[in-house]
């Protein structure tokens, strides 16, 4: 097994509470001092910096929410002065203002260390070819995992998103062996691949690094047999400072947190209490070695869970459950909590169906509708119209199975849903509420 850094990535468990405890009491005296906003909501809750002395009181510390970026557009959080600013990054999200986040010289290096932690647990080295196909430019994706490889002394392509044939032919032709991407522009690329007549045994590619947007185990399967590969989970966020927060290892069984760099919690999203060990929950990090925008307590809306159980490779780190959904991606149809997760779950027990699917939402008569278009493979959709509606049946009935509400399941041609080189889209909700 390899590590980038075993010190911290396989340190005991009391070391390791020793240097986040050093480090939180650091960051809660910086951003105290050198943030308004921050030591206003500090006064607001009756804590000073000497009132944190250990991580048990990480729950005294208020909590940060996407908003409190909004608010304080676009630098107000910045605990640097802006000439120590040396990268700036934004998210876009859907709605409201950019999420706007801000980077010294130290932060890019401990990026770089974290992002080369996520490769190495991905099994690349010094001797791999690392495609970037994540998109390079306010996203933090493609820069992100560019330096971790850099770091790692690996050759770096750095494509960044689309023109997939060309991206495909590039990947054989200098012999890539790690593909960084969304893990629904993998699968697109497969696709395209088999239309270009290039099979997986042409290919060099030894592994995946695939995150940005909620994956299922299914999707894994089908990735990892169309390329041939290992495809890892990584997870990360701008605010909190891009891919590189967490990384699957070859057992996949949970991403490991750098803790040394990034306290997780789970929470209950409603009543916000901290919830034990093994239930699943809303994350919050709280940054305990950024210098540019360090964050206490922030509120991520990833649902996941905690274990502090060691890993079978050998990592001590707390790892996090793949995350299942967001509590804001959450939808309620009639009253039922639905997570596209769920869904696509459902959709990749059927051999005959391809992994891109659509959720529509709509409000007819006052009642909510789903209706979810799948594609399916050229030779089911020239089939008979029978055995079509057997299948949208079988799945209609699954559905209604597993997550408790009815939808109607129409099976679209290969194609006909909207291709992305970036986060996939899975929901259109027509519904105004
Ligand atoms: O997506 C950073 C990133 C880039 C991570 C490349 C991994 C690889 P944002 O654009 O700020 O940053 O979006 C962050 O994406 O809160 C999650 O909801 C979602 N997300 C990221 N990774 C995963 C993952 C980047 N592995 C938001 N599984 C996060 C599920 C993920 N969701």
């Keep these: 097994m390899q590590y980038w850094n075993p010190t911290y990535e396989c340190m005991h468990r009391e070391e390791m509470t020793r240097v986040q405890t050093a480090r939180l009491i650091d960051t809660v005296k910086r951003v105290y001092h050198n943030v308004p906003y921050y030591r206003e909501k500090m006064q607001k809750a009756g804590i000073e910096p000497g009132d944190i002395n250990s991580l048990e009181d990480l729950k005294k510390l208020p909590f940060t929410y996407k908003q409190d970026l909004r608010d304080t557009y676009p630098y107000g959080l910045f605990a640097a002065p802006l000439s120590e600013i040396v990268r700036i990054h934004a998210s876009s999200g859907t709605t409201g203002k950019q999420t706007v986040v801000g980077y010294t010289r130290k932060d890019i290096d401990t990026w770089a260390e974290v992002a080369a932690r996520t490769l190495v647990s991905a ?22 995992i560019h330096y971790g490889a850099e770091r790692l002394g690996a050759s770096v392509i750095p494509i960044s998103g689309g023109n997939t044939k060309r991206q495909i032919q590039i990947m054989k032709d200098f012999g890539t062996t790690v593909l960084a991407c969304t893990p629904s522009y993998a699968l697109y ?65 949970g ?19 901290v919830l034990p060990e093994g239930s699943k929950g809303e994350l919050v990090f709280t940054t305990v070695t ?22 079978e490779c050998g990592r001590t780190s707390v790892r996090m459950s793949k995350v299942s959904g967001r ?25 005959e169906t391809a992994p891109h699917y659509l959720m529509i939402v709509d409000r007819i008569d006052n009642l909510d509708v789903l209706e979810i278009w ?40 290969p194609k006909t849903i909207e291709r992305n080189e970036g986060k996939a889209k899975r929901v259109i909700d027509k519904r105004k509420i």
């Excluded at 099994?123 to 992100?144: E, P």
């Excluded at 696709?191 to 030894?206: A, C, P, T």
Aim: glycine letters at 8%; a negative charge; one cysteine or more.
């Design 255 to 273: 991403l490991h947190i750098q803790e040394d760099h990034f306290i997780p919690e789970i929470i209950d999203p409603v009543t916000e209490e």
């Design 290 to 311: 950024k210098e540019g925008l360090p964050l206490l307590r922030y509120r991520t809306r990833d649902i996941s869970s905690l274990t502090y159980e060691k890993c």
């Design 123 to 144: 099994g690349a080295d010094r001797n791999s070819f690392i495609q970037v196909a994540y998109g390079y430019g306010l996203f933090t994706g493609g820069l992100g």
């Design 327 to 351: 509590s804001d991606d959450m939808l309620i149809i009639r009253g039922v909590n639905v997570f596209p997760s769920q869904v696509e779950s459902v959709l990749l027990e059927f051999g």
């Design 374 to 413: 799948v594609e399916v493979n050229q030779a089911m959709f020239s089939d008979q119209v029978k055995r079509i509606e057997d299948v949208e049946n079988k799945i209609r009935k699954a559905i209604e199975v597993t997550l408790g509400i009815n939808a109607k399941v129409k099976l679209v041609e």
């Design 189 to 253: 690329m497969a696709e395209e691949m088999e239309e270009m007549g290039i099979k997986k045994e042409d290919l060099k590619l030894k592994a995946g690094v695939f995150g940005a947007e909620p994956w299922s185990e299914n999707m894994r399967k089908e990735i990892e047999e169309r390329f041939g590969i290992l495809a890892i989970d990584i997870y990360g966020l701008s605010e909190v400072i891009g891919p590189g927060v967490a990384t699957e290892c070859p057992c996949k069984c």
